[in-house]
């Protein structure tokens, strides 16, 4: 389980976030809503270790994370997919794969088979460059990348954003698949209503980088928090 208790950021002379608390528990989504530019991509990154908190407390299974590197946060467990993909475009999209390999034992540096079961375009061009897919494959490409790491918490950032509809709902049943298998923790940060609600099992609501609103499915009605999403100006 990921624990995440009174998270603040600032970059420079700016407070981005304040006292933000999360919970991502094994088998479970947890969903971070709000409008543009409330912190939640601030978050990922403080979650991933790419920003350093400027204070709060984040554990891993009981285990308090120190304002550690993102590749140590990366070793230590946490896959982290960003917003806007960030694959290496010259890159194959084996070689894509295979920059995860750094973090795994030297015997256990192989794509596995349920890679390319989950998104099976990246087997039939594993040898085309990144910067040749499309859009949606070229997000398929960074989800599996993050996946080959084997991580307990899985962050993603906007992962609908840009994509077509068919690769929308392959993507949808991936994390739903991940989910199901009981044994990793989802963050998921997503502007796009229903795919987040159907998927989510806890949700953050954020506004001016404050948590609004938080708690599981059946403490917050679909319905309030359609209306609430709707109040702070973010289309559902």
Do not use: W
């Not at 009981?182 to 099992?201: N, S, W």
């Amino acid at each position: 389980m990921l624990d995440a208790r009174g998270i603040t950021l600032h970059y420079g002379g700016s407070q981005i976030l304040y006292g933000i608390d999360l919970i991502a528990e094994p088998g479970q989504v947890t969903c971070i809503m709000g409008n543009n530019g409330v912190g939640k991509t601030s978050l990922l990154k403080v979650l991933s270790g790419s920003h350093p908190r400027s204070g709060g407390t984040l554990r891993l299974n009981g285990e308090e994370l120190g304002r550690v590197n993102a590749q140590t946060m990366a070793a230590r467990g946490i896959g982290y997919v960003p917003q806007g993909r960030m694959i290496f475009p010259l890159l194959t999209v084996r070689e894509n794969l295979e920059t995860g390999f750094g973090l795994l034992p030297s015997g256990e540096r192989k794509i596995p088979d349920a890679i390319f079961e989950h998104f099976p375009v990246l087997a039939e061009m594993s040898h085309r460059r990144g910067g040749d897919l499309s859009g949606g494959q070229q997000q398929q490409l960074s989800i599996a990348r993050a996946l080959i790491t084997r991580p307990k918490v899985l962050l993603l950032d906007e992962p609908t954003e840009g994509i077509q509809p068919n690769i929308i709902q392959q993507i949808g049943r991936v994390i739903k698949g991940l989910r199901d298998r009981g044994d990793m923790a989802i963050v998921l940060v997503e502007q796009f209503f229903d795919f987040a609600y159907d998927l989510g099992d806890r949700f953050v609501m954020l506004e001016r980088g404050r948590e609004v609103l938080g708690g599981s499915r059946a403490e917050i009605p679909r319905e309030q928090l359609k209306a609430r999403l709707a109040g702070l100006g973010q289309a559902a």
